[in-house]
């Protein structure tokens, strides 16, 4: 535990909030005589402490952006990626308590795992040290300037900037097609490409279908436009 203090960069008065948040749902069903109680209200919990945090903090960096691109920013830099690449910082993974088969089953690495408990600890953190640390943690590992330009890319929609932009050119139809996979399956990557009038304009790759069908689409758009 103190070496993920000190990467979180908070000491917990009460350890036993921190170990809490790492237990997943299959170590506690394995372990019920012992009283152990799951991560999933910390999780509950950490959803909101972070939601608040975050509208908070876009809420006052943008003064004059509008509710609804508020909203999808906010979206963007809570939706489940953004907490795996957190907990990935953290190495999160390394000190979760996962049942047998979890563990068997690549749980470590698995995103909504972690995620999930990225927000546990957050809630941790801030029933043993008040809003005012979770929002300097929060911060430190979600929402700094980097992380909103990455989330800002990301909620870009390709898929449909590439349709728009081959309805100028009559009678040109769109196709996406799936042409391959790797990995395991708690970590398979996809390969997508799209083809314009049956010849492909470009392929991407991504952690579900619809991913690679966006990195796709975004390959193609980066092709068409410099025709």
Excluded at 26 to 45: K, M, P, T, V
Excluded at 67 to 88: K, Y
Excluded at 172 to 191: T, W
């Amino acid at each position: 535990m103190k070496t993920l203090e000190e990467k979180l960069g908070y000491c917990f008065r009460d350890k036993t909030l921190l170990q809490r948040a790492l237990y997943h749902s299959s170590y506690a069903n394995e372990h019920r005589g012992a009283g152990i109680e799951s991560n999933e209200r910390l999780e509950f919990l950490g959803d909101a402490v972070l939601g608040m945090v975050t509208a908070d903090d876009l809420f006052h960096k943008h003064p004059h952006m509008p509710e609804g691109d508020l909203t999808r920013i906010r979206a963007a830099l809570v939706r489940e990626e953004s907490l795996f690449e957190a907990a990935q910082q953290l190495d999160l993974g390394s000190y979760l308590m996962l049942g047998h088969g979890e563990e068997l089953g690549g749980g470590r690495q698995r995103p909504s795992i972690l995620a999930d408990a990225t927000e546990a600890v957050f809630a941790a953190v801030y029933l043993d040290g008040g809003m005012e640390e979770a929002r300097r943690i929060i911060h430190r590992v979600v929402l700094d300037r980097e992380q909103e330009e990455v989330v800002e890319e990301r909620r870009r929609d390709y898929k449909t900037e590439l349709q728009e932009l081959v309805q100028r050119r009559s009678g040109s139809v769109l196709r996406y097609e799936m042409i391959g996979s790797s990995g395991p399956d708690h970590a398979k990557v996809f390969q997508a490409q799209v083809l314009l009038n049956e010849q492909p304009v470009g392929s991407g790759s991504g952690r579900s279908k619809k991913e690679a069908e966006q990195s796709a689409a975004h390959a193609a758009l980066d092709a068409l436009k410099t025709e």
